[in-house]
């Protein structure tokens, strides 16, 4: 079992930028590919962003792409999510997730093939 606790979420103005962190526990974390998804008020958890197990390959939603970068420390059992060039519309809470994965290149954009979560944390981007 993994468990995930994020942080670093806050308020920031528009064009200020945000790292998010996600500790996960447990020492599979290398087995699992990661995953970042937000939910803004009234709206549907969305996909933001994802990292393959070993972190060689990433993807991201289009409404984020070449502002936010997905990494990941597999010794510190880290995630992080560097946002850039903050908008309002990023404004959300943000959510860590862990994907149990056969394979090293493997990510998904689906929350559902997600197998754990954290709690959230908080963004918000004012204008």
Known sequence: QVQLVESGGG?????????????????TFGSYA???FRQAPGKERE???????NGARTYYADSV???FTI???NAKNIVYLQMNSLK?????????????????DYLSTVRYNY???GQ????????
Do not use: H, I, N
Request: glycine fraction near 10%; hydrophobic fraction near 35%.
């Open 11 to 27: 308020l920031v103005q528009a064009g200020g930028s945000l790292r998010l962190s996600c500790a996960a526990s447990g020492r």
């Open 34 to 36: 990661m995953g970042w």
């Open 47 to 53: 996909f933001a962003a994802a990292t393959s197990r």
């Open 65 to 67: 792409k070449g502002r």
């Open 71 to 73: 990494s990941r420390d």
């Open 88 to 104: 309002p519309e990023d404004t959300a809470v943000y959510y860590c997730a862990a994907d149990f994965s056969r394979s090293s």
């Open 115 to 117: 197998d754990y979560w």
């Open 120 to 127: 959230g944390t908080q963004v918000t981007v004012s204008s």
